[in-house]
């Protein structure tokens, strides 16, 4: 399975997350994964960025907010339109273009960073990405990613729950087999039954690689790492999500940054 395939996945999902994402209901991103990876993002303001995989446009929004001025782009043209439609609702200066990270259509050192929210573990060709990116950001830029945690989401993982339901231990296995495409259905659990009602669950191709594999690729592409991040969730967040109890148990998500030397 290449990029151009999995885009094809992804296109077919882009209404239903689109209308689920903005009522609400991606709950492990709005409640932990984007707050922690804004407090791990260094000062971005007049700055010029570009979002990897920026899908509906919701992170690309939040970045441009604070001040960078953002480029995002897609494989799915049908999360392009959704995000040029948000950007005609609330101008923020964002530019889309439905295109593939594996082959960025801008000229060599055109960003000062690079973002990608949960974006880059849906790509096949991860090395060739991260040699694209290298190439469009600038001596000094940086990269920062998000991905599930390759530590506990091998191809058998299975989250352990007392008679409360409440997780207490994660049950990992198959850690050094990568999965290569096989495909998930699934939808977000925090929409009611009533919602879900009639709507298509999502078929995303999986993709799992090592830890060392991602770092690995990174320090390959010639970037420096900088800095990792688990997010872990507080009091405030689990009573507003409970879902996000089994993050204080093992870590849902890993939170990179390397930077292209100077």
């Not at 882009?14 to 209308?19: G, R």
């Not at 494989?75 to 005609?88: D, K, L, N």
């Not at 296995?173 to 009611?192: D, H, K, L, M, T």
Request: charged share 25%; hydrophobic share 40%; net charge negative.
């Amino acid at each position: 399975m290449d990029h151009e395939e999995v885009g094809r996945y992804w296109d077919e999902n882009a209404e239903v997350w689109t209308e689920l994402a903005r009522a609400g209901y991606d709950v492990y991103r709005d409640g932990l994964n984007t707050p922690a990876f804004l407090d791990l993002l260094p000062e971005v303001s007049g700055l010029s960025g570009l979002d990897l995989g920026c899908g509906e446009g919701h992170n690309t929004r939040l970045l441009a907010r604070r001040g960078a001025r953002m480029t995002g782009i897609d494989i799915s043209g049908t999360f392009v339109r959704h995000a040029m439609e948000g950007e005609a609702g609330e101008p923020l200066g964002i530019r889309y273009e439905r295109a593939s990270a594996v082959e960025l259509p801008f000229e060599k050192g055109s960003f000062d960073f690079a973002t990608a929210f949960m974006s880059l573990m849906d790509i096949p060709e991860v090395e060739k990405v991260l040699a694209e990116v290298f190439r469009v950001v600038r001596p000094g830029g940086f990269l920062q990613f998000s991905i599930e945690h390759p530590c506990f989401t091998a191809s058998h993982s299975k989250t352990l729950r007392d008679g409360r339901g409440r997780a207490y231990a994660r049950e990992v296995g198959g850690y050094f087999r990568e999965e290569n495409g096989e495909v998930q259905e699934w939808i977000f659990s925090a929409a009611p039954p009533e919602v879900r009602a009639g709507l298509r669950p999502f078929r995303v191709p999986r993709f799992t690689r090592t830890l060392s594999r991602w770092l690995n690729s990174l320090i390959e592409a010639g970037f420096v790492l900088e800095r990792l991040a688990e997010p872990y969730p507080g009091d405030e967040s689990v009573r507003q999500h409970p879902g996000l109890q089994g993050a204080r148990v093992f870590a849902y998500f890993l939170h990179v940054r390397a930077r292209k030397p100077g």
